[in-house]
């Protein structure tokens, strides 16, 4: 058994053992969705003040407002009655570190995993590798406001997406733990 597969069923019989949360309801009882990142240190329920039963929370690679993350929010909404949501990118995202061109080179190389110094990424080399990778829009980050603001857009132009629904824009800074509005993404995503 591996290290990390002993420690998820160690922490379980744990949770297990004090566990008194069977009887929460599925709608989530604050009615919010959250849009973010899935980097190890973000912790939604912290920053956002969350327990089990508050809110949805999808997470990618970037907090992308991907087709599949529209899938979940439109899920969350017409099914779960939520009624905002919240787009929450960070600082120091790794997805601002490559390109589309960078991620198809990284994989046409090898299935490895690639390391990264000062001077970029870098693979292995010990193939074999894909070119699939030049297929797949990766959703990485330039500008962590813009791409904020290009998300919220996204969904809230989604022919899926009710004009109800507000939508709030934020950036999560990693060295403070605080969440910074983008403006221009609120202004972007108001209920009308």
Not at 12 to 26: C, H, I, P, S, T
Request: glycine residues 8%.
């Amino acid at each position: 058994m591996s290290r990390a597969l002993n420690e998820v069923l160690l922490a379980n019989r744990e949770y297990v053992a004090n566990f008194n949360k069977g009887d929460l309801v599925m709608p989530p009882a604050r009615q919010f969705a959250i849009l973010t990142c899935m980097d190890a240190r973000l912790d939604p329920a912290k920053y956002a003040g969350l327990s089990e039963g508050d809110a949805h929370v999808i997470r990618n690679a970037g907090g992308r407002a991907s087709d599949d993350a529209i899938r979940s929010l439109v899920i969350s909404y017409k099914l779960l009655g939520t009624k905002e949501w919240f787009v929450i990118h960070h600082t120091d995202c790794g997805m601002e570190t490559f390109t589309n061109e960078i991620m198809s080179n990284l994989l046409a190389s090898s299935l490895k995993t690639a390391s990264v110094d000062a001077s970029g990424w870098h693979d292995s080399g010990e193939g074999p590798g894909s070119t699939d990778g030049k297929y797949i829009n990766w959703l990485t980050i330039k500008n962590q406001a813009e791409s904020v603001l290009e998300d919220v857009k996204r969904i809230k132009a989604h022919p899926l997406v009710p004009d109800n629904i507000p939508v709030y824009g934020y950036i999560y800074d990693v060295k403070t733990g605080g969440l910074i509005e983008v403006p221009e993404a609120t202004e972007a995503g108001k209920a009308h």
